[in-house]
């Protein structure tokens, strides 16, 4: 079966071949169908791949070779895919996933006249997140990497008549391209130390962990977290993502929520052989990461938008994974990947279905008491919440539970932090959750009547993902409740370590975190509901809270120090130095000549004394010169 | 004696379209252009273990022989324009043009001179192609030009003769130190120069470069580029982009870095600076353009600097990129000004400013906007990429000092690039159609012609291997 690897990637591009090039012709429904049997294909496979990769006969990573891709002298570059524990866990999220939300699509955008060019652009989208993950070197990865960027840029410009929709997909494209300049010099100098990209060469040519110290690891690990840093949205380069949330909800769902955000994991722990010789890199990944976390989720305290809460969930829900990554619990973080995916799917489909039902209206000022009329809908969403929250046995607390205690491990500080952010996430989902489904119904009268529960399309994805958000930790539930790390075994199949957790006193801190989680969020539960279960909200801030309101004037102050700054010397370079500046220079040459052509044409005066005058003063000048020249 | 041929059809056909009356000359052009395409595609076919050469006597007297002479660099050009050509007459196959004979005329005489300067093979030889390619395109441009051609041609034409007299000079001296007899054959040049002393060489690697620094070109000789692009009728601005300002890198590639080795090596550096200063500044003063023309001329400037840097980093790595991406350069500037063209056409304007809403409008002519768009930005699985990444590669590995600062700097390009692009996608495809224009989508030759250049953008962005082992053997050469 895992030589057949190259049929997953291969049926949602053979989708997006047929939808993108047929998209005229070809009706709404058949679109959909296409979209999704393409996907539905590849889970299949991916399947098929996992339980080979499981089983014990599996041996070592398997590269499969497709063709030459970049062949110059020395430099080598195939086209390969490799399969592992690590590849196969992100096929399985990545087709599964993908194909719910293909499916809950096919309902959502039913209506929409762009429906069949919407499918041609989520095949397009998964099959670049499969090469993403499925290259065998850094350079394939590359190219997926550029490839969900492209279709992420597509995406949200999707309704493309409006300009801040535009705005915000240009937005996502720049700053990830500001991320792929770190990707590529970080590429250029794997290459330049060892002449090749692929994964396996580079990793052999590496001495085994800390026999060695070179700045040259902190240097590439550090390139390469710069790319990570704009794909997966963290300071600085996270500004992008929740503008993002222009595109329709189940491409925030499956892009900005549950894979292409993930990349930047991904790509940590498929080099965890270089992070564990760069311990600076490492160290700045977790401080990046927990000051995204931390920050994004003071942001999302007060945001009116549904989808922009969850953005900044988001945001700071991958700050966790960093975490998690910067303390080398590599497969604690690629865990949280996975009950992430679970959860934060489930969480922004749920919203695509409130908004379905509200009619467009997305302001949470004008929801409210909406659990009657949505029953499926709102108990999928409590999971959600219950889930992001780490309520005690969801996927969310088991990994949510590792993260922290790898980080109490590693560092006191960075614990205590890390677990202040884990009770804002409680809050704002809480806080959500009031304004959204309890209270009373604050909309129009209009709305209020059209409040209906979704259809089967929409609520059965919801209801499989509520499924996987509430046992989907059960794979890594730790060893105090009876569970086995299932995943860091299948993950140490791909080499990638694991933090153990053992000695003395876990039990006490496994306690003490399991008591203290259900305390903190039952106290939660009833402030946001005394809070926010209301039939009046205001929604207006001031003061600090509307600091945190307009997201800490980032993005104004982006537009202050760079985007305006090189907006005015472009304006300059163009008016002063190059019309005046240098093209004046050589406008001025040209005058000159001219001017000096006028002067000349003076000394031809057709009278013969003067010419013969000058003819002397000439011979004579050649003498003399001659004379000094032979001396 | 196949090698003659690629000269000589575009050439003859080029004397009897004068002749011609009507729409004669257009089917004479399209005939001409797919002929000379076969021809340059067999010649590419060949296996380039020794070049393909040509020679008969010409002028003894002088020194100088009538010889050609292809290896995989010269051949790929070849194939280059003979496919820009061809997607030339079939983009205009439905234009009306005053004067078709001439027009179409000048336009094959172009071509003859363009395929001389990749083939020839002696150095007097070089010149009379590198003269016979640009006043053709003076003649274009002057009389089938926009309101502001006159002078505007007048500085091109003046700006690039001044260039080209002192290569001759320069070529003149080094053909005077060439052992025996004087010889402008390209190994006795080789020879002269080579054996001169290196501060001979210093200065006589200015007298040579800056015709082909003005014709690429590279920052700070650039300011008749975007003047004469927005100035030239579509067709010309498109000989003059995808294939006059290579010229300036093929001779630099073939008649300068093999030359002068020493005078190379003492200026590489500041070369290498200018064009990265180039880039940056190019793509800045893009950013605030409105005029699309305006826009991809400086978009140009700053590929061709990538390019210029790279040749002058001594790597065989970005060597071969160069030649990769002249090509996919090529394919790709045509796209745009295809477009470009196709928008001035329909909407009476260039001005992005007054332009949007062509994705619902025009869905057709925006889808290849994009693409072609994305291949100018060297998305991967784009031809654009590949190139990009060989030459990034290669500036990365210079042998100068703080060639990993210059190889970011350089890199800001694609940040840059991506802010311009999709600026202009933004602004002319997206938004509200709005305005009362009805638009037609692609026409049948202009789907043919976009047809053409999005395969190659595709096909070559997937499996770039035919065009790297096509060159492959060339690079290696260029590396001292």
């Known amino acids: ?631 | 004696m196949i090698l003659i041929l690629l000269i000589l059809i575009p050439f003859l056909t080029g004397i009897i379209s004068f002749t011609t009356k009507g729409d004669g000359a257009k089917s004479l052009g399209l005939l001409s252009s797919m002929l000379t395409l076969a021809v340059a595609a067999y010649v590419s076919g060949a296996n380039f273990a020794a070049p393909i050469t040509f020679t008969k006597p010409w002028i003894p007297i002088l020194g100088t022989q009538f010889s050609l002479m292809a290896d995989g660099m010269s051949s790929m050009l070849c194939l280059l324009t003979g496919i820009v050509s061809l997607v030339v007459m079939i983009m205009n196959v439905n234009k009306p043009v005053e004067r078709a004979g001439a027009f179409y005329g000048f336009l094959l005489l172009s071509q003859a001179g363009l395929m001389g300067v990749f083939l020839a093979s002696d150095a007097l030889l070089f010149y009379v192609f590198w003269e016979l390619a640009l006043i053709p395109v003076y003649f274009l441009c002057s009389q089938w030009g926009g309101e502001k051609r006159i002078p505007v041609t007048f500085k091109f034409f003046i700006y690039t003769f001044v260039g080209s007299l002192m290569m001759l000079a320069g070529l003149i001296y080094l053909s005077l130190q060439t052992p025996g007899v004087t010889s402008y054959s390209w190994n006795d040049i080789v020879r002269a120069g080579t054996s001169l002393p290196a501060d001979q060489q210093m200065w006589l690697f200015w007298l040579i470069f800056i015709a082909f620094a003005i014709k690429m070109p590279v920052f700070p000789f650039h300011t008749w580029q975007p003047d004469t692009y927005e100035q030239s009728p579509t067709p010309v601005t498109i000989i003059l982009s995808a294939l006059m300002v290579k010229m300036g890198l093929f001779a630099v590639l073939r008649w300068l870095i093999p030359v002068l080795p020493a005078g190379v090596a003492y200026w590489s550096e500041t070369v290498v600076i200018l064009s990265v200063v180039g880039i940056v500044y190019a793509s800045c003063i893009a950013i605030v353009q409105t005029d699309i023309k305006r826009l991809i001329a400086y978009s140009s400037i700053a590929h061709m600097g990538l390019m210029c840097a790279a040749a002058f980093t001594n790597s065989a790595v970005g060597m071969h990129g160069i030649m990769v991406q002249m090509f996919n350069h090529g394919i790709n500037i045509t796209g745009m000004w295809v477009i470009v063209s196709m928008i001035e056409q329909r909407y009476g304007t260039r001005d992005m400013t007054k332009l949007g809403g062509m994705a619902s409008a025009a869905p057709a002519m925006a889808i290849a906007l994009v693409i072609i768009s994305l291949a100018n930005i060297a998305l991967p699985l784009t031809n654009g990429f590949v190139g990009e990444f060989m030459l990034f590669n290669g500036i990365f590995r210079a042998d100068t000092a703080g060639h990993i600062l210059i190889m970011v700097v350089a890199g800001l390009g694609i940040i840059l690039g991506a802010v311009y692009t999709l600026n202009m996608i933004q602004r002319t495809a997206y938004g509200d159609a709005g305005s009362a224009v009805v638009v037609k989508d692609l026409s049948v030759n202009e789907y043919l012609g976009l047809a053409i250049i999005i395969s190659l953008i595709l096909f070559l962005g997937v499996y770039p291997k035919p065009l790297l082992d096509l060159t492959a053997g060339v690079a290696g050469m260029m590396v001292r």
């Open chain 1, 1 to 631: 079966m895992a030589n057949l690897v190259y049929l997953v990637p291969l049926f949602p591009l053979i989708g997006f071949l047929i939808n993108g090039i047929f998209w005229k012709r070809m009706p709404k429904t058949l679109g959909g169908v296409i979209g999704c049997v393409a996907i539905l294909a590849s889970f299949i496979i991916s399947l098929g791949i996992f339980f080979e990769v499981k089983s014990a006969s599996f041996q070592g990573p398997l590269v499969v070779k497709l063709f030459d891709f970049i062949q110059s002298g020395n430099l080598n570059i195939h086209f390969d895919f490799q399969v592992d524990a690590l590849s196969s866990l992100f096929l399985l999220i990545i087709t599964g996933i993908g194909f719910l939300i293909h499916v809950y699509s096919t309902s959502y955008m039913g209506h929409d006249e762009g429906m069949v060019k919407y499918f041609a652009y989520l095949n397009l989208f998964v099959f670049s997140m499969l090469l993403l993950v499925l290259g065998a070197n850094y350079l394939i990865m590359f190219i997926g990497w550029e490839g969900v960027g492209l279709c992420s840029y597509l995406l949200i410009g999707f309704w493309f008549k409006n300009r801040d929709y535009t705005n915000a997909a240009k937005k996502a494209f720049v700053m990830n391209r500001i991320g792929d300049l770190g990707f590529l010099v970080g590429m250029l100098l794997i290459l330049f130390n060892y002449g090749t990209l692929a994964y396996q060469d580079v990793f052999a040519k590496l001495p085994a962990a800390h026999t060695e110290t070179s700045s040259m690891y902190n240097w590439i690990a550090l390139c390469l977290f710069i790319g990570a840093m704009g794909k997966s949205a963290q300071i600085p380069l996270y500004t992008w993502l929740p503008d993002a949330m222009a595109g329709p909800t189940p491409v925030s769902a499956l892009i900005h929520a549950a894979t292409m955000v993930t990349a930047g994991i991904y790509m940590i722990a498929r080099s965890h052989a270089l992070y564990d010789l760069a311990p600076m890199a490492l160290d700045l990944v977790a401080v990046i990461g927990l000051a995204t976390a931390l920050l994004a989720a003071t942001i999302a305290l007060y945001q009116n938008d549904i989808k922009k809460v969850l953005a900044y969930s988001t945001v700071s829900q991958l700050g966790f994974m960093f975490l998690a990554l910067g303390v080398g619990a590599y497969t604690t973080g690629v865990f949280h990947v996975m009950t992430h995916a679970f959860f934060k799917a489930l969480l922004f489909l749920g919203a695509g279905s409130v908004i379905h039902a509200m009619g467009g209206e997305q302001d949470i000022k004008n929801m409210g008491g909406l659990r009657k009329k949505l029953p499926i809908t709102y108990i999928t969403f409590l999971i959600g919440v219950l889930a992001i929250a780490g309520f005690p046995f969801t996927s969310g607390f088991v990994s949510k539970d590792e993260i922290l205690l790898a980080v109490y491990e590693h560092n006191k500080v960075f614990f205590y932090l890390a677990a202040f952010a884990a009770v804002l996430t409680a809050i704002y989902m809480f806080r959500l959750l009031m304004l959204v489904f309890m209270g009373g119904f604050r909309g129009t009268h209009d709305q209020e009547h059209h409040l209906h529960e979704s259809p089967a399309a929409i609520t059965i994805p919801l209801i499989i993902l509520a499924i996987f958000s509430l046992v989907g930790g059960f794979v890594q539930i730790p060893h105090l409740f009876g569970g086995h790390d299932y995943l860091n075994q299948f993950l140490g199949k791909a080499g990638v370590p694991a933090v153990i957790h053992e000695g003395p006193g876990l039990e006490m801190k496994e306690w003490t975190l399991f008591g203290a989680t259900c305390v903190g969020l039952l106290v939660i539960f009833l402030a946001t509901k005394k809070l926010f279960a209301v039939s009046q909200f205001d929604g207006n801030y001031s003061g600090f809270k509307k600091v945190l309101a307009n997201k800490w004037y980032v993005d104004e102050l982006y537009d202050t120090i760079i985007v305006k700054p090189i907006g005015a010397l472009s304006g300059i370079l163009d008016k002063f130095a190059e019309k005046a500046g240098i093209d004046g220079l050589v406008n001025g040459v040209g005058k000159t000549v001219r001017w000096g052509g006028d002067r000349m044409r003076l000394l031809q005066t057709g009278q013969v004394g003067f010419y013969i005058f000058i003819m002397v003063l000439g011979m004579v000048a050649l003498f003399t010169l001659g004379f000094f020249w032979i001396k």
